[in-house]
């Protein structure tokens, strides 16, 4: 994990005045939690984080600008959720504080049961971004969180224990809806990831071509796939093409050249050698298992993985 790269600018002369008195930062040199505690007013900015964030605001009052919340003034004891490589600010108050939690897609099971149910609602046009309000089970939580963020050599089971925790809590603690509200900035990024895969794999020869299509690297593009479909990106191609093979021999009159043209295979031998790889059989007799098991429901085929 890379470290949050925040950067100070200044409001009425903050980089100046020397106004920050507590800026714990710990946990194993990954910088993923940040507690800031600030006597006057400032402002604090972000160019955007490797992970998504979970902000939450303790005390005092603060304006948060983002490109999902525009100059929103956000009540103490309340958390946001955003995306990563989202830009944002923070304009405070006197005696404001908050802490800052990175993390990743969740790995446990409590984790994606929260993101599976909200999903199911983030179409839903009434899903409207929205903060929590801090329940006083997750203000112990924090309290104990930012005790844990003093250890001089944290354990990093600690830290990744500590966000399953709150995966549970927030399970329990809120109803869906809530956290379809809560989660909307994070989880739309993802959908519009998702979609414009869907929309757009059955119109690429390769995931190069995937990856031109996006204003993003390689490496980000690999580490979202990965998260969203759970496996490569080449080999999800890859079983995306066998399945419209599949589909499209079904049609009696189809044969091996057309699957080879149709399907932009370089030659015929390239045909063989995919169809031998990925079916265990040559073209010509795939299309005729297939055939024949479409139209007289007989001779199984076997598809190797």
């Known amino acids: 994990m890379n470290a949050l790269n925040f950067a100070f600018k200044s409001i009425n002369d903050f980089s100046k005045s020397g106004n920050l008195t ?4 710990c ?7 940040k507690c800031f505690k600030f006597e006057s007013k400032g402002a604090l900015y972000s160019s955007g984080e490797s992970m998504n964030i979970f902000l939450f605001f303790l005390s005092g009052s603060v304006i948060l600008n ?3 919340y525009e100059s929103y003034n956000m009540d103490y004891s309340s958390i946001v959720t955003l995306p990563k490589k989202c830009e944002f600010s923070i304009e405070y108050s006197e005696g404001s504080e908050f802490l800052i939690l990175g993390y990743d897609d969740p790995s446990s099971e409590a984790g994606r049961k929260i993101l599976d149910a909200v999903r199911l609602k983030i179409d839903d046009k009434r899903i409207k971004i929205a903060a929590l309000s801090i329940h006083k089970m997750i203000a112990s939580y924090i309290e104990l969180l930012k005790s844990y963020s003093q ?5 990093p089971e600690i830290f990744r224990l500590k966000k399953e925790e709150l995966y549970v809590l927030l399970r329990c603690l809120y109803k869906d809806f809530e956290l379809a509200h809560f989660f909307y900035p994070v989880l739309i990024e993802s959908c519009s990831f998702r979609q414009y895969i869907l929309d757009n794999y059955d119109k690429v020869s390769n995931v190069q071509e995937l990856i031109d299509g996006l204003s993003i690297s390689k490496s980000i593009f690999y580490d979202k796939f990965k998260q969203e479909f759970g496996q490569s990106a080449k080999q999800w ?3 995306r093409l066998k399945e419209r093979i599949l589909k499209r021999i079904t049609d009696v009159s189809v044969t091996a050249k057309d699957i080879m043209y149709e399907f932009e295979f370089s030659s015929p031998e390239h045909l063989n050698t995919f169809c031998k790889k990925q079916f265990g059989l040559t073209p010509g007799r795939l299309i005729d298992s297939v055939q024949r098991e479409f139209l007289y429901g007989r001779n199984n085929l076997t598809v190797q993985s």
Not at 22 to 25: P, V, Y
Not at 27 to 33: E, N, P, S, T
Request: glycine share 0%.
């Open 22 to 25: 507590k800026q714990e930062d």
């Open 27 to 33: 946990l194993m040199q990954d910088h993923f939690v």
């Open 66 to 68: 983002c490109k999902y």
């Open 151 to 155: 250890i001089s050599k944290p354990c």
């Open 237 to 239: 191609l890859i079983e």
